[in-house]
């Protein structure tokens, strides 16, 4: 019988669509956006359908646009991308779904690995069109990648050193009431992974066109936008592993499971909705600032839970 495990990576794409809509729904109502009605009756279905699909049918036509490569572009202008894809891909196993997933000694630093080889394989193809765009956005993208990587890394081992394992399974609970810092210091690092405002800065549409992303287009652009939806899947499924398990099993796992992804999607939503996009000496210094504090706080917070309390 097939290890569930292996089904992670479908799960990942079908609900990462459902969690995009989701980030586009709550951007919309808390501007005041009203759009077309996500279900109609059966008598409308002809004016309109559900927009709940909308990411995927925005993915499905680029797919069908014709790819235009930048005669300045190297090989990995076209391997970065692909190679991208795979790492998010990889990480959906080792991230529990619903209490799924291959379950290694050391399965958060494999975690740790793909995720930075991901947003690296997508600096280096960027780069390699030598747009002037993708050149600012890579820069702004290492810099935040090194401001930002510390406080995830830490908040995360938090829980490493409060359970004395490396294995995600492992130290999965309802972790927000254990160490709320390691909590805090782990959602603004995801803010920042999956590009959300404030730190938007690599793709800032007003100043630099689309960054990294700017000389993409059909099938590279669409293999692209699944990586990101992948991405928003697997960071929020961490989250929700992490800090908001509640131990159980069966159809309550799934229950469990979903219900603290769409918490956690709630709560990303409602951030990028609400503030502007920082500057990225703005966003450098708030890092190094606020969420490293934190995360050290976390550690610190983690020993004595561990060793004293």
């Known amino acids: 019988m097939i290890d569930a495990a292996w089904l992670n990576p479908g799960i990942a794409f079908i609900v990462g669509i459902l969690l995009s809509f989701k980030l586009r729904k709550i951007s919309a109502r808390v501007q005041s956006r009203r759009g077309p009605l996500t279900w109609l009756p059966a008598c409308w279905h002809d004016i309109n359908k559900s927009k709940v699909l909308q990411p995927l049918y925005d993915i499905l036509k680029l797919f069908s646009k014709q790819t235009i490569i930048p005669h300045t572009a190297t090989p990995l202008f076209i391997a970065g991308p692909y190679l991208a894809l795979a790492c998010a891909i990889a990480a959906t196993l080792f991230v529990p779904v619903g209490g799924a997933s291959i379950d290694y000694p050391f399965s958060l ?69 254990v160490n709320p810092f390691a909590a805090l210091a782990v959602l603004l690092a995801i803010l920042v992974k999956l590009h959300m405002k404030p730190f938007d800065i690599p793709e800032a549409d007003s100043e630099i066109v689309g960054g990294l992303t700017t000389e993409y287009s059909g099938k590279l652009l669409g293999v692209l936008e699944t990586t990101k939806m992948i991405m928003v899947f697997v960071l929020c499924a961490l989250f929700a592993d992490l800090f908001l398990w509640v131990p159980s099993s069966g159809i309550y796992a799934w229950a469990v499971f979903l219900t603290g992804l769409i918490a956690t999607c709630l709560v990303l939503g ?7 996009r920082f500057r990225i000496d703005q966003a450098t210094r708030w890092l190094f600032k606020i969420p490293l504090l934190v995360s050290v706080l976390a550690i610190g917070w983690a020993v004595l839970w561990r060793y004293v309390l």
């Open 109 to 177: 630093v494999i975690l740790f690995y793909l995720l930075l080889f991901e947003i690296l394989f997508i600096i280096v193809g960027g780069i390699s069109s030598a747009s002037p765009f993708a050149a600012i956005g890579g820069v702004r993208e290492t810099e935040l990648l090194l401001a930002n990587e510390i406080p995830f890394i830490l908040g995360t081992f938090a829980l490493a050193i409060t359970y004395g394992t490396l294995s995600i399974k492992d130290m999965m609970g309802f972790n927000l009431l």
């Open 270 to 276: 409602i951030i990028n909705s609400l503030f502007a």
